[in-house]
């Protein structure tokens, strides 16, 4: 009579903890050194297979969003172990090697000129003088988006330096150039004209130079992890422990604020063509975490200028609403300056109706909406116009972006900052839209015991989201992060609203992934090289007849290619593959292991733990 009891009883053992020892396994093969996750200077990869080129030429190359997922994944260590020094840590990573300190003639920023345009009038910069004001300092505090974390292209752009050759070691900053990720020439983000052709990797310019970009949602997840962090610390009775670092956080989360202006500090709303007023003061903010901001300058103290923009494209997949209420609620991260509060309120409420405005008939989300039709404040058709977000335009496929925003991710990521949103206030808005989204997501997502298969690639029609179809153009189990991220949308939903579908869907995407992609370094994807054959097509060249040559030598012109212009890129251990599949041998297989998936699923194990207790 005792056994149907005992066994309940041993069941319940072993499923208590199951995700808990899940997120401590991942997290444990991620950090060990020998796994080769990170730079010996502690910055994450994009990958820990340096033979992957998607947003980055080269797995070894990091971007902002590896960083933020870095922070994150250490603060949720921090509220499953109680030690917040890794998430600490992890804060002086991204302030010592993606916060760029060299910002040459800062100084001579004019706020009443804040960027140049041939075109169009613009309007003044309304944050620069409370920014002086509040930190005492021109400089900017924000993550330009994109390192060579080892150095391979030898610009040295280290940290405080300019273009100081190979000579230098460490995290350099660079960015990508024109074209598709095959086709650009990666160029330092300060040039002082030591490389590339006469001038530099400047085109059109003969005056050395710096610029910096920034992808703001990077900047906001950090945020979002430093919130999560305060509350996780606070509940253990750690806040002293962390609120340096948040102190920090803070700050960022303070310039942040430039992505919410429209690219030329026009005035947001029914922007068309010449007519539409430079604004003044505010009245070119649209509030929202926009695609872009960007700053820059001239290196030379003669004829010194420098200018800063922030960007008029609004996706969906950058906005965080919890990032936005930490801003205004959290006293450990509230903005110093006097208007970084109210600006932050004025977000938060803006992201929550754009998830509104964007949902389709279907449940689906589309797009975004811009403040400058097809980049020229263009005129749209008179249904866009008698439709518009705050006077801004509703875009299906939004154009800044070249494909991202036609890949899944982009949605169970917003979704789920959604969810933590309604998680965190049990706003009803926010309630509607994520039921009507899982009903959605619930009819296009398979799992059995042994697979599963979630959107991948998404494709719209129509003009107003109201009218929009969207089309699933591709699903399958080839990005993990995907499924993790709705698991995490769906965990934080059904904590709040008891929706038992929701948390049983959520329990089987953690445990399908974990059985599939699971090996001894972390969580993989297998994926085939084939794509690498454009590593023979020739690289994009803005100007004609433009040349150039590399710190290591590699030539670059018309006729050079992607491998020719990374000539170390047959210094990897598994070159001998690519090198055969190049000479028409079978094209290699790869086991990937990605960083930002692997945080990804391991903060939906974390969460998934606290929230349950499972
Ligand atoms: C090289 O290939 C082997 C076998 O596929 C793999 O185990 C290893 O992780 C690869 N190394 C890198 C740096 O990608
Ligand atoms: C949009 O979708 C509808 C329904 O699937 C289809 O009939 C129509 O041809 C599509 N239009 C375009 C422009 O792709
Ligand atoms: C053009 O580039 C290719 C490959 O990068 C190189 O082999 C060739 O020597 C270059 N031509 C000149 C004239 O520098």
């Known amino acids: 009579m005792l056994q149907p009891f005992l066994v309940i009883f041993l069941a319940a053992c072993a499923s208590a903890g199951t995700y808990k020892d899940r997120f401590l396994i991942l997290y444990n093969q991620i950090t060990d050194g020998n796994n080769g996750y990170y730079s010996k200077e502690g910055v994450p990869y994009h990958s820990r297979e340096n033979m992957l080129v998607e947003t980055v030429d080269h797995g070894h190359e990091t971007d902002s969003e590896a960083l933020s997922y870095n922070i994150y994944l250490h603060a949720m260590y921090g509220a499953i172990s109680k030690n917040f020094e890794p998430f600490n840590q992890a804060w002086n990573i991204i302030e010592n090697y993606l916060i760029p300190q060299t910002q040459y003639n800062i100084e001579s920023y004019n706020p009443k000129f804040p960027v140049y345009s041939a075109d169009f009038s613009v309007g003044v910069d309304p944050l620069h003088d409370e920014l002086k004001a509040t930190y005492g300092e021109d400089k900017l505090f924000l993550m330009h988006w994109l390192l060579d974390t080892d150095d391979n292209f030898g610009f040295g752009n280290v940290q405080g330096q300019c273009t100081l050759g190979p000579k230098a070691s460490g995290p350099s900053f660079v960015h990508m150039g024109a074209g598709s990720v095959w086709q650009g020439i990666t160029y330092p983000a300060c040039d002082n004209f030591a490389y590339g052709g006469s001038t530099g990797f400047s085109y059109t310019s003969n005056i050395p130079n710096w610029h910096y970009s920034v992808a703001p949602d990077a900047d906001a997840r950090v945020i979002q992890a430093a919130y999560w962090a305060s509350q996780w610390a606070t509940r253990n009775g750690q806040i002293s422990t962390i609120q340096n670092t948040l102190a920090k956080v803070s700050k960022l989360g303070d310039y942040l604020r430039y992505s919410f202006y429209d690219v030329l500090y ?176 619930y009819r296009h997502v398979t799992i059995t015991d042994t697979s599963y298969s979630v959107p991948v690639m998404i494709s719209w029609n129509g003009s107003l989201p109201r009218n929009t179809k969207p089309t699933v ?142």
């Open 266 to 441: 026009r005035t947001v709303g029914n922007c068309i063509g010449t007519s539409c007023r430079p604004a003044a003061y505010k009245e070119s903010a649209h509030y929202l975490l926009s695609w872009f901001i960007g700053w820059g300058g001239n290196i030379d103290s003669q004829d010194a200028y420098s200018w800063r923009t922030g960007s008029s494209e609004i996706i969906i997949g950058y906005q965080n609403p919890v990032a936005a209420f930490a801003m205004v609620n959290d006293p450990n991260l509230r903005p110093k300056s006097p208007t970084g509060r109210i600006d932050w309120q004025n977000s938060l409420i803006r992201q929550v109706q754009l998830y509104q405005y964007l949902q389709t008939p279907e449940g689906a989300l589309s797009g975004g909406v811009t403040n400058s039709w097809k980049n020229v404040y263009g005129e749209p058709p008179s249904d866009v116009r008698a439709n518009t977000f705050y006077g801004m335009f509703y875009e299906n496929e939004p154009l800044m972006d070249d494909g991202t925003s036609d890949w899944f991710g982009m949605w169970t990521w917003s979704m789920d900052r959604l969810a933590q949103y309604y998680y965190i206030t049990g706003d009803a808005t926010s309630r509607v839209v994520l039921r009507k989204w899982f009903d959605w997501i």
């Open 473 to 614: 153009t591709f699903s399958g189990a080839t990005f993990y992060g995907i499924a993790s991220s709705l698991s995490r949308a769906l965990s934080y939903y059904a904590a709040k609203s008891g929706d038992s579908r929701a948390k049983q869907t959520a329990k089987q995407l953690l445990d399908v992934v974990w059985a599939n992609h699971k090996d001894d370094k972390g969580l993989y994807v297998r994926t085939d090289l084939s794509p690498f054959i454009n590593m023979e097509q020739p690289v994009f060249i803005p100007v004609q007849d433009w040349s150039g040559t590399y710190p290591n030598g590699d030539k670059i012109n018309a006729s050079s290619t992607f491998l020719d212009i990374r000539s170390w890129y047959k210094k990897d251990e598994n070159w001998s593959q690519i090198e055969n599949f190049l000479n028409g041998g079978p094209a290699p297989v790869v086991d990937y292991h990605r960083f930002w998936e692997q945080a990804d699923m391991a903060l939906a194990l974390g969460a998934y733990s606290l929230l349950f207790g499972e």
